[in-house]
């Protein structure tokens, strides 16, 4: 069993950067995948970008196009956190941004391939 909590969101002007923080319970936590996704009002639950670790134990990072150059993920094994660094944020990034965890090495964008969740955490874009 994985908990995962999310913290770091607000209220930005766009251009401005947040960088989000998932703290997560458990031994494992360097087994897992490690997911951001976001959900804006309306719309479904999308990819933001992922953080995993391949057979031969190399992490990847991975990208939705529409975050790539702008935002970062990394994670600290030693404190069970993984980050997501925001900048260049646009008012199109509004969301609540939510932290996920699968146990895998191959990549996935897909929501329901992750299973563990943290409750999210509300990020806004606006002037």
């Known amino acids: 069993q994985v908990q995962l909590v999310e913290s770091g969101g607000g209220l930005v002007q766009p251009g401005g950067s947040l960088r989000l923080s998932c703290a997560a319970s458990?031994?494992?936590?360097?087994?897992?995948?490690m997911g951001w996704f976001r959900q804006a009002p309306g719309k479904d639950r999308e990819f933001v970008a992922a953080?995993?670790?391949?057979?031969?134990?190399?992490?990847?990072?991975d990208y939705a196009d529409s975050v790539k150059g702008r935002f970062t993920v990394s994670r600290d094994n030693a404190k069970n956190t993984v980050y997501l660094q925001m900048n260049s944020l646009k008012p199109e990034d509004t969301a609540v941004y939510y932290c996920?965890?699968?146990?895998?090495?191959?990549?996935?964008?897909?929501?329901?391939?992750?299973?563990?969740w943290g409750q999210g955490t509300q990020v806004t874009v606006s002037s």
């Open positions: 458990g031994h494992t936590f360097s087994r897992y995948a």
């Open positions: 953080h995993r670790w391949s057979v031969d134990l190399i992490y990847y990072k």
């Open positions: 996920a965890a699968r146990l895998g090495s191959d990549f996935t964008a897909s929501p329901s391939m992750y299973e563990y």
